[in-house]
């Protein structure tokens, strides 16, 4: 048990799921946002919760996709983030979209409203005070100059980025293995004594040339003038290495050199894209040196033209943009604790997660795990099989592969979830309908287990549920907690 309240610096997406989780469950909070006496150059209001980019929480089909999935979790765990976009949704088509005034003042009031929460206005400039023994850091994307810096001295400055350098992943099922081939480089095995650790894909010279010319030409993404996003010569956009000559690529992360395609015993491929793996599973694996500036309608129709890749199915797609965040890998403990001062729990896009809902799924998980450690009542994040559990996995380590570079912020997809240990019936299925059978399993195993691990860690929680008045700010149908 700790002493005093639990103070949450950051009133975004993942602060204001945090403090709602946490002050349900009985905990006292203090959750400080810096605006409006600190303002940001992305920000318009001083509401908690603002939609800085899109209205979107993208699809909400739990069946079909990932994110869907990670709504139906979100909202089985009473989630304020889910409850206020559906009380203020907006026609989307199968994606949840919200009205963006009406959802940031719904949040704002719901936390207003709450007896266990304290907002208070101001910056927390360098590290929280020594006598705050619960703090959860949510301040996403655009942590205050003060704060990062306090925090780049804590972790040392190489383990805090200000940037994303995404380069795009594709689910391995989707690889057509007919064409690539599995060889490192000159065979030479790495520290997990694999020889054959990349996937290869060949070109020729005439299909290198075409991707090329498709690079220059395609639409580019350019930066906010906020941003100040800087190029790094080991992180230049595929597009710009492009820029400074045809041949760039061929002597950059598409040299040919050390590679021998089984296919071509008489000659070696003009030049070769390679694919590294991107999580323990081998589930994913990214296209090495391939981060991008390139729209992702272009993305996808491009990098589609790579032999072996007709087909792929893209889990991410790539980008280059401001986004603070840590190696958090590296740095947290399974409890979302800085392990050099684990008073310290990091929640949303600075842990390493990308979009609106994957940021509060993380603060409702911190909330809830700082919760338990300040009540006494000791409680295990949900299993990796849930979609919630995978992206702790995933900011935690837990499906880095061995020997792994560096650390990327991802979205939830089925690529972070354990295969199913029994593969669903699929004879006389398309190939549509087969996939869909399988993301329906995946979904109802993790809904299964979701509600295993509620059951078995929220009894405590449950109570507090009862305690409450469930209709602070939001309908009591949107904040009820399965």
């Known amino acids: 048990m700790t002493e005093g309240p639990i103070h949450i610096v950051g009133g975004g997406l993942a602060g204001s799921e945090a403090a709602w989780q946490a002050a349900e469950a009985g905990a006292q909070v203090v959750l400080h946002e810096m605006r409006p006496t600190r ?184 930066f906010k003038d906020w941003e100040h996003v800087p190029y790094f010569d080991g992180c230049l956009p595929i597009e710009v290495m492009a820029e400074r000559g045809r041949e760039t690529l061929r002597y950059g992360p598409m040299k040919p050199v050390g590679l021998t395609d089984p296919r071509r015993p008489q000659g070696k491929p003009h030049a070769v894209v390679q694919l590294r793996q991107d999580n323990a599973l081998g589930t994913l694996w990214n296209l090495v040196g391939f981060q991008t500036k390139l729209k992702h309608a272009a993305q996808t129709e491009i990098f589609r ?30 409890q979302l604790r800085l392990k050099a001062q684990p008073r310290l729990r990091f929640a949303g896009q600075i842990t390493g997660v990308e979009g609106y809902v994957e940021s509060a799924a993380i603060g409702l998980i911190a909330g809830r795990l700082a919760a338990a450690e300040q009540l006494g009542r000791p409680l295990a994040p949900p299993p990796p099989t849930t979609a919630l559990g995978a992206l702790i996995a995933h900011v935690t380590g837990g499906h880095l592969p061995a020997g792994a570079g560096s650390f990327q912020p991802m979205n939830i997809n089925y690529g972070l979830l354990p295969p199913l240990e029994r593969e669903p019936e699929r004879r006389g299925l398309g190939r549509r309908d087969r996939g869909r059978a399988k993301k329906r399993a995946l979904g109802e195993r993790a809904l299964a287990d979701l509600e295993a691990w509620r059951l078995a860690h929220g009894h405590a929680q449950q109570a507090a549920d009862r305690e409450g008045d469930a209709g602070r700010g939001v309908a009591d149908h949107e904040l009820a907690h399965g």
């Open 305 to 334: 033209t790579i032999p072996g890749l007709q087909k792929a199915v893209f889990a991410r797609l790539g980008g280059l943009h401001r986004n603070t965040f840590i190696n958090a890998p590296k740095l947290l403990d399974g």
């Open 39 to 222: 303002r940001t150059e992305a920000h318009q209001t001083d509401r908690l919760a603002e939609l800085v980019c899109s209205n979107s929480f993208r699809s909400d089909d739990a069946e079909a996709n990932a994110v869907g999935l990670l709504h139906a979790e979100m909202r089985r765990l009473g989630s304020l983030v889910l409850g206020c976009a559906d009380a203020h949704q907006t026609p989307a088509g199968g994606a949840l979209a919200g009205d963006r005034e009406g959802f940031a003042e719904a949040v704002t009031a719901a936390i207003g409203a709450h007896p266990r929460i304290t907002l208070t206005r101001g910056e927390v400039a360098g590290l929280p005070p020594a006598d705050w023994t619960s703090v959860i850091v949510a301040t996403g994307p655009l942590t205050s100059p003060a704060l990062a810096e306090a925090i780049g001295d804590l972790t040392g400055e190489a383990e805090l980025s200000f940037f994303d350098a995404i380069a795009p992943i594709v689910h391995a099922e989707t690889i057509d293995m007919s064409i690539a081939w599995r060889q490192s480089r000159y065979d030479k095995a790495g520290p997990g004594g694999d020889a054959a650790a990349y996937i290869n894909c060949p070109m020729d010279k005439a299909e290198y040339e075409a991707f090329v010319d498709a690079l220059l030409a395609g639409p580019k993404t350019e």
